[in-house]
């Protein structure tokens, strides 16, 4: 029995022993070595955003952010930056299902670094902006040390759990042997994530697919959301708009449109005027001209650049550009 144990520890020290070998050979989220735009990971999108603004900042001084979650792949800073003055530079300062807490920690981590905040506009969406506050253990939401405060080895260590399925661990050995590279699927001055307008960022994009059109359904009803906005969420609003009003912000709140078309509901979207100011929040949730044509949408939560065109247009009062 005795030598039984042993063997049986010393498989299965051995096999973790292995698996964190590996983990450290292959790098699977692109997180350990020293950031490289020729070798990135798009799974964690908070990494890609404080990594390339670290790289960048030296350089671009950035004073005009746009803090979102993956809908903000719909937006194009660089038509953002027409309504900029000319000396202000644009980032897109993004994490995939970001909340309310972490666009809260985002601009404290800049607002300690001395980073001006000119110009600010924050996608706030329904309901997941306002999801009960936790650490996350999932490898696409695991927050950048530099933004929670905590250690890099809590950081890696969440990341090593989240790496600890057979499929993550097969495909990295995979990617690893076959030299599999992710495409920068990013603008490396901006950040902003969808880049197939390259070639002309001042030209209005066309409804540019029809992806997934077929499994949109034609019956959505309008659905209230319940309120959200509780007294710790409310704490982390109080705290944006004390950063913001410290720098003088030009700022935008903008409440995101989706195809389900859920709608903020009346207490949330009064306790956002309150905060912030009527005037500053725009509120595209629910039914209107954008959430009812599927066209706008590359899946039912997303909407595409034509969609985000029109709400930078709308939000700085402009006309709108395909009517």
Not at 305 to 310: P, R, S, T, Y
Request: glycine share 4%; with cysteine; charged share 25%.
């Amino acid at each position: 029995m005795k030598k039984f144990l042993i063997k049986t520890c010393l498989f299965f020290g051995g096999s973790i022993v292995l698996i964190i070998a590996i983990y450290f050979y292959t790098d699977p989220f692109k997180t350990i070595y020293p950031f490289e735009l020729k070798n990135i990971s798009p799974v964690n999108r908070e990494y890609i955003s404080v990594e390339l603004f670290k790289k960048n900042y030296a350089k671009h001084r950035y004073n005009s952010f746009i803090l979102c979650s993956s809908r903000g792949c719909g937006i194009n800073t660089y038509q953002w930056k027409q309504y900029l003055d000319k000396e202000d530079n644009q980032f897109l300062f993004q994490a995939w299902s970001e909340t309310i807490m972490g666009t809260c920690r985002k601009l404290n981590y800049l607002d300690s670094h001395g980073v001006s905040l000119k110009n600010i506009i924050i996608l706030i969406d329904i309901p997941s902006s306002f999801v009960k506050e936790q650490e996350s253990h999932k490898a696409i939401t695991i927050q950048h040390y530099d933004i929670t405060g905590k250690s890099k080895l809590f950081y890696h260590y969440n990341m090593f759990l989240a790496y600890l399925k057979p499929s993550e661990i097969f495909k990295s050995i995979k990617d690893k042997i076959l030299c599999n590279r992710e495409s920068v699927k990013f603008d490396t001055i901006s950040n902003d994530w969808n880049n197939g307008n390259r070639e002309n960022y001042l030209t209005p994009p066309k409804q540019d697919s029809l992806i997934n059109r077929d499994n949109f359904s034609d019956n959505i009803v309008e659905t209230l959301s319940p309120p959200l906005i509780d007294s710790e969420k409310k704490a982390f609003l109080l705290d944006i708009q004390r950063i913001l009003q410290k720098h003088h912000s030009k700022y935008k709140i903008v409440i995101t449109p989706s195809y389900e078309q859920t709608k903020i509901h009346h207490y949330d979207l009064q306790e956002l005027y309150t905060i912030f100011g009527q005037q500053n929040v725009f509120d595209f949730s629910g039914k209107n001209t954008i959430s009812t044509d599927k066209y706008n949408f590359s899946d039912i939560n997303h909407f595409d650049l034509v969609a985000g065109w029109e709400i930078i247009e709308t939000i700085y009062g402009k006309k709108k550009c395909f009517e």
